[in-house]
Nanobody, 122 residues
Framework: QFQLAESGGGSVQDGGSLRLSCTAS????????MGWFRQASGKEREGVAI???????SYADSVKGRFAISRDAAKNTLYLQMDNLKPEDTAMYYC????????????????WGQGTQVTVSS
């Protein structure tokens, strides 16, 4: 069974950095389209960063220039480097995988991790 496990969350101050990791097991992650999502308290889940059909990264406007998605196929791991973090980035962050890009775009992924909490204080 394909499973995703996030790690790397924590508490940082405004302007700090964190790197999230998502390790896949049970299947090869590169066979799926993958991305990062987040859900803040009282808000709907939103896409943060995904890999498009051509393999290029795509970011939400709110994180452009501050976040970077990457992957290491040899380690079956997806990453999210988050720099210049702001209090409004506080949320539970989820890694997800899908059989098609449209599922990532529409927040209808096939597999989800359990999430890792990111808290940014001012």
């Amino acid at each position: 069974q394909f499973q995703l496990a996030e790690s790397g969350g924590g508490s940082v101050q405004d302007g700090g950095s964190l790197r999230l990791s998502c390790t896949a097991s049970g299947a090869t992650a590169s066979n799926y389209f993958m991305g990062w999502f987040r859900q803040a308290s009282g808000k709907e889940r939103e896409g943060v960063a995904i890999f498009e059909n051509d393999g290029s990264p795509s970011y939400a406007d709110s994180v452009k220039g501050r976040f970077a998605i990457s992957r290491d196929a040899a380690k079956n791991t997806l990453y999210l480097q988050m720099d210049n973090l702001k209090p409004e980035d506080t949320a539970m962050y989820y890694c997800a995988a899908a059989s098609a890009v449209w599922k990532l775009v529409q927040n209808e992924c096939d597999y989800w991790g359990q999430g890792t909490q990111v808290t940014v204080s001012s």
